[in-house]
């Protein structure tokens, strides 16, 4: 296979990461891709540091096992503290997910305020504060963890009842800090945009950084000249447990078939 036409390998912890391989095919459409959603283990932000990068390394070997010309971690958790260490272990390019939301963000606010939310790990990092930082010191941010979220995702709860009490909860003391921008950071947290703004108000700007990812990747592989130039493309997904749960969220959010899904198992732990 040529290697343009090698497929870009996508991981994050479960269904999450498919707001990124969405914006992926909206922007490369034909781009092949290798999805891998580890979702025996999820979610990763409740773990150590040290299982995290231990989990990055057994999802990154998959997937460069089957191929890929690029990894995309498409995992606010791994982002935020294990990137740099994927990076020099992969011998191919590797995109995560924080620089272009950070990017986005700064651009967005206006009273350089921000909000972002997600998992205890992410937030813990100040990965975002960071990276916010660089760009421009004079932004406060606010970091906040909403744990619950990624569980409600992964059940399909995105509307209802249950996902707005949560919200509520988690989010009114955001709401207190006079934001005007508040990042989603973990890749599941899209999929409760809905809920999010209705809750935040709509004088707030939600930025989803997949969008902005997939932008990267398209400079990144058009400056590498590894842009795929055929018209078709394969959409593989790979999960370890249950193909069927995954299948049901994944297709209601994707708004497409997964045709080709297998089941794997990936180090000891279950």
């Excluded at 979220?149 to 989010?171: H, I, S």
């Excluded at 004088?203 to 842009?227: F, G, M, N, P």
């Amino acid at each position: 296979m040529p290697r343009n036409d090698m497929p870009i390998g996508i991981f994050d912890s479960g269904i999450g990461g498919l707001t990124v391989l969405k914006e992926i095919i909206a922007t490369l459409p034909g781009e092949n891709t290798i999805y891998l959603g580890d979702t025996a283990r999820v979610p990763y932000g409740i773990r150590s540091p040290e299982t995290v990068t231990r989990y990055s390394f057994e999802n990154a070997r998959f997937l460069s096992s089957k191929g890929v010309k690029m990894l995309v971690i498409a995992c606010n958790t791994v982002s935020s503290i294990s990137l740099g260490a994927v990076r020099k272990s992969a011998g191919m390019p590797v995109i995560g997910v924080i620089g272009p939301g950070a990017r986005a963000a700064v651009s967005a606010t206006k009273n350089r305020k921000v909000g972002v939310i997600g998992t205890e790990a992410t937030i813990r990092s100040s990965a975002y504060a960071r990276a916010i930082s660089v760009l421009d010191s004079s932004i406060e941010v606010f970091g906040l963890p909403c744990p619950l979220f990624v569980p409600l995702v992964e059940e399909g709860w995105t509307e209802g009842e249950v996902a707005e009490m949560t919200a509520e909860t988690y989010l009114k003391d955001m709401r207190d800090k006079n934001i005007d921008t508040l990042v989603l950071g973990c890749t599941h947290y899209p999929l409760l945009k809905n809920v999010i703004s209705r809750v935040m108000g709509d004088e707030v700007v939600l930025i989803d950084s997949a969008v902005e990812t997939a932008r990267a990747i398209k400079t990144a592989l058009t400056d590498l000249s590894l842009l795929g130039g055929g018209e078709g493309s394969t959409r593989h997904y790979y999960v370890t447990d249950s193909p069927e749960k995954f299948i049901s969220v994944g297709e209601r959010f994707l708004g497409r078939k997964i045709e080709y899904i297998e089941k794997i198992e990936l180090g000891s732990e279950a």
